[in-house]
Every structure is written in C-alpha cells, then in structure tokens.
C-alpha cells in the first residue's frame, strides 16, 4: 500500500516562507526520483522541483533561486522549502514520484499566498 501524505501549507504573505513535508510509506520511497508538484485553480497540474536519493536537484524556472528540494531517506521524507514566497505560487501542492505514480496521489498541502 502506498501512501503519500504532504503536510506544512498555509496562508503566508508574499516574501514569506513555508517549508512542506511529505511522509511517504510503502514501497514508493524506494524509487529514485522524487518530485514536488503543484496544481492551480484552473491550471494543469505542474512538476515544480525534482530529487535522487544521491540529492542531485532540479528546479522549474518560476521556482529556481527561492525554492529547495531536499529528502530524508532514513525517514522517508522529502521536504519543499519556499522562500520570496509570490502570489502567483497559490496552489496545492502534491508529492510524487518523477514520472508520477498515478494511483499515488496523496490529499495535498494548500499554499496561498497573498498580496
């Protein structure tokens, strides 16, 4: 049984900070690639920041230089710090494998940030 469950949003101002965390259980973890994603009201669902278990990184241009992917394999956790936190970065955001797993999805975090 695989479960993903993303935690830490919230309503912040723009130029704040939020970091997200996501427990992942079953046999998901184990899989190289982790990734961060995002989904907008209205908007297609986007893959926002990537990670290996050897921590190599990358980053969506809207993101790169304020947001940082990291992981905990001995606790089966990656983690989104978002700082210069901007309006435009309102969405839910889901962890997930890269490529997804699609029967993976967990509830989500809701990050809103106001102007």
């Known amino acids: 049984q695989v479960q993903l469950v993303e935690s830490g949003g919230g309503l912040v101002q723009a130029g704040g900070s939020l970091r997200l965390a996501c427990a992942a259980s079953?046999?998901?973890?184990?899989?190289?690639?982790m990734g961060w994603y995002r989904q907008a009201p209205g908007k297609q669902r986007e893959l926002v920041a990537t990670i290996t278990r050897a921590g190599s990184t990358t980053y969506a241009d809207s993101v790169k230089g304020r947001f940082t992917i990291s992981r905990d394999n001995t606790k089966n956790t990656v983690y989104l710090q978002m700082n210069s936190l901007k309006p435009e970065d309102t969405a839910v955001y889901y962890c997930?494998?890269?490529?997804?797993?699609?029967?993976?999805w967990g509830q989500g975090t809701q990050v809103t940030v106001s102007s």
């Open positions: 997930n494998t890269s490529p997804f797993c699609s029967w993976c």
């Open positions: 079953g046999s998901i973890f184990s899989i190289n690639v």
